[in-house]
Structure formats: C-alpha cells, structure tokens
C-alpha cells in the first residue's frame, strides 16, 4: 500500500469515467452526483475525468473530460487496462464499485460488502472476482470509501484491508429538479390511482418476490403493486416471481419517469434484505412520497425515523405492514412531511466536502488554492 501522503508531487486526480458508459443504476447515480457535486467545488486543471470512448459524460465546468482508448474494447478490459495507464501520473479515484486491481495511488468506493454478505444473490463467477478485486483494493489502495457507517463496518470485518476507509454518505437532491413525465402512469395503467411503488433491480436480496407475494395477500382490491427497476442476468442470480394480480413489472425507467412515479405513488415499499445504503427510499422521500422499508442496518442508518418499518422476512408482516399504511392517510402525510424534511439533511454538496477531506487527508489534494 501506498503509505498517505506519498507521491505528493502528483497533484492531478484522475477520476475512473467507467461508469459514463454504463447504464445507470445505484452505484452509477452516485458515481455522476458526486462527481458533479465535486464540479463545484474544486479550480480547475486538478481533475481529470477519464472516459472509455463514446461514454456519455455529465456536463462539468472545472472537472476536465478527456476520452482515453480503442473504441470498442470491452469495460472491463479498459477499466483494468487502459485506466490505469492513462493516470499512471496522477492519483485515482474510483466511484462506482468496481476499480482497476493494479493502478497507483489508488482511492476506491466499495459501496458494500454483499458478494461476502449475501453470494447467494449474484452469479458465482461475478463473487469470485470481485471477492479477490475488494481483498486486492484492501491491500494495495491508498484508502477505501464507502456510503455507511454500516458497509464501513462490513467491510473493515471482511477484507481487514491496510487502507483505511472512509465514509461518504450519499445525496438526495439528484432528482430535485428533473420534470416529471406523467405519460408513465397511463402507460402503466395507474393514471389517476393509488398504487404501491417498489423500485429495485432484479437482485435477489431487494426481496421483491416477497413484496409481490405479501400485496397479493391484501386481497383483489388492494392497489396495482408497481416494480420499477431493470434485469442484469450476468450479474445476479434468479428471480421468481409470483403470477400474482396487480403486479406490473415496469421494467428500466428513466429519471423523467421516476420522479413522476415518486410523486402518484401512494406509499414506496422497500423490502431488501440486504443494502449498502438504500438510495431508493431517500429518492422517494425528497418527492414527498411515503415509505415503508425492512429495518436492516443500511435502511435504518440511512432512513432514520422517516420510513415505516415491515419485518422483510415475513409475507403476512409485509402484507400487514402495507395494508396498516394504506388504510391510514393520515400516517401517510406525515410520513411524507418526515421524509421531505429528512431527505432535505442529505445534500450531494455535503458529500463532496466528505470526499475533498479524504482526498486533503490521503494527500491526493495537498491543497486546492
């Protein structure tokens, strides 16, 4: 490992653009607001984001973007490749989970421990490498990241890594401005109606199965359950869902979508078993939905006292823990005006101050006059 402070003569921070190239899910949301956050913080000429070729980069004004690579080569080989050797004159910092495994001063966001926690979610090729990439980044990185106290617990458990790691905590505020696009609720058949919303991927550990399982219990006149979220069979494992009525599958939505979905919805269900932070849940509460999550460490560290709680484990406690809410309207607005307060705390500019003090205390930034 590189001891902090080294190499201080190395005063460019090169930032992994990977994940421009990559369709948006968590760890690539966090990834673009924090990396635009920290836009408007830092002079210009100290960052440097670098990019596969054809990657759709953010808008920046002092964060310069420079498109480094062969078209066409495969992520993972680019990343592992050709990332590392455009910054071998600088430092790196890696956001979005996965990082090169033999670059040089070297800060990497591992989001959390799930391939150690919880295998049985993800296919076992994607466990084995990223179990030897995280020991790997436990040993050579100048210090690690990531999102919880909880993951920070986790991983420190784990990889007993040299580097230490540090906690930045995510943003609410991404979604603040986007306009929503109602043509989604017709679309969905939900246009005028309550409906519960669920929005997560296709991973076993988010647990929707369950969810589905528990609305169907609430009887023929319960509300549409709406699952937003997208498939990454390379990566996780099955999921089976129950042929039950009222479930619509939504698929991928995009942000317009989201945020019209956040403001109809009668209440947002969030299920996971498993969570390195529990974006989701803080996305909805900044559009003034209500929220009810399994109270896991991630989920409670990261919604406090501003979401319900239903045991996860449990159909019949999930089915009674929506029926309670949505038989309550007035529980309902006040759990909207707690999350809408809760979710104000938690800004992307916050997060970026987080992470300019790692870099100021890592040596990466001996100063930003």
């Not at 609430?218 to 509300?223: K, Q, T, V």
């Amino acid at each position: 490992m590189s001891e902090p402070g080294a190499d201080r003569e190395a005063r460019v921070v090169y930032v992994n653009g990977k994940f421009v190239a990559q369709r948006t899910t968590g760890v690539q949301r966090v990834a673009t607001a924090l990396l635009q956050a920290l836009d408007t913080r830092v002079p210009a000429g100290r960052f440097v984001l670098l990019c596969p070729p054809g990657g759709d980069a953010p808008v920046l004004h002092n964060i310069a973007v420079r498109r480094v690579g062969p078209r066409g080569l495969a992520l993972h080989l680019w990343e592992q490749a050709v990332l590392p050797w455009a910054a071998r004159d600088g430092w790196l910092l890696s956001l979005a989970g996965a990082a090169p495994a033999f670059a040089r001063r070297h800060l990497a966001m591992l989001h959390d421990a799930a391939v150690f926690d919880c295998p049985w979610a993800y296919r076992p090729a994607f466990v084995r490498w990223y179990r030897w990439l995280f020991r790997r980044l436990g040993r050579r990185a100048v210090a690690l990241l990531t999102v919880s106290e909880f993951s920070r617990q986790r991983l420190q458990a784990v990889l007993q890594p040299a580097a230490p790691i540090f906690v930045v905590r995510n943003g609410a505020d991404h979604l603040q401005d986007v306009v929503p696009d109602a043509s989604v609720l017709a679309r969905l058949g939900v246009a005028g109606r309550p409906f519960v919303l669920a929005v997560g991927s296709s991973n076993p550990s988010k647990n929707l199965p369950a969810l589905a399982r528990a609305h169907a219990l609430l009887g023929p006149d319960a509300p549409p359950l709406v699952v937003a979220g997208g498939r990454r069979d390379r990566v996780f494992g099955d999921v089976h869902w129950p042929d039950t009525p009222g479930l619509v599958l939504a698929g991928p939505m995009n942000d317009a979508e989201l945020v019209a979905l956040y403001r109809a919805a009668t209440l947002m269900a969030f299920p996971s078993l498993y969570e390195g932070f529990g974006l989701p849940p803080l996305e909805a509460m900044q559009h003034g939905c209500p929220v009810i999550v399994a109270p896991i460490p991630a989920l409670l560290e990261t919604c406090g006292s501003a979401a319900a709680c239903f045991d996860g484990t449990d159909p019949q406690a999930i089915a009674r823990g929506l029926r309670t809410l949505l038989d309550d309207p007035a529980r309902r607005r006040v759990l909207a005006q707690q999350g809408r307060e809760h979710a104000a705390t938690r800004r992307w500019d916050a997060a970026a101050g987080e992470l300019l003090d790692v870099l100021l205390v890592t040596g990466a930034v001996p100063e930003l006059s």
